[in-house]
């Protein structure tokens, strides 16, 4: 079995929807620093949480791994860690082709 290739999020052939300028931003986040931190402190608390952030690519992979750095996790008490800190993986397939 072929050894797993890691590839940055950040760079081709992946794009990366509903984060803002995460080509070029040392950290993912939502918007710009200054509009996060000018508008409230509702947004300036949330707007490095990546949540609805998405990764898009295309593979003939017949594995896929996930490897990811999370450097503050937020643990809720009413909630497990997935709700707070997971990924989802959702695949698309051409219609009679299996996984």
Same mark, same amino acid.
């Given at each position: =079995?072929?050894?797993?290739?890691? $590839?940055?999020?950040?760079?081709?052939?992946?794009? @990366?929807? &509903?984060?803002?300028?995460?080509? /070029?931003?040392?950290?993912?986040?939502?918007?710009?620093?200054?509009?996060?931190?000018?508008?409230? &402190?509702?947004?300036?608390?949330?707007?490095?949480?990546?949540?609805? &952030?998405? @990764?898009?690519? !295309? /593979?003939? +992979?017949?594995? $896929?791994? $996930?490897?990811?750095?999370?450097? &503050? $996790?937020?643990?809720?008490?009413? =909630?497990?860690? +997935?709700? !707070?800190?997971?990924?989802?993986?959702?695949?698309?397939?051409?219609?009679?082709?299996? =996984?």
């Amino acid at each position: =079995m072929a050894e797993l290739k890691y $590839i940055e999020a950040r760079n081709t052939p992946f794009d @990366v929807y &509903g984060l803002y300028n995460y080509r /070029t931003e040392p950290q993912y986040k939502r918007m710009p620093d200054d509009v996060a931190k000018n508008t409230n &402190g509702g947004v300036a608390g949330l707007y490095l949480n990546t949540a609805g &952030g998405r @990764v898009r690519f !295309s /593979t003939d +992979s017949s594995r $896929i791994a $996930i490897k990811v750095s999370m450097p &503050g $996790i937020t643990r809720f008490y009413h =909630m497990p860690l +997935s709700g !707070s800190a997971g990924l989802d993986l959702y695949i698309d397939k051409a219609e009679g082709e299996k =996984m």
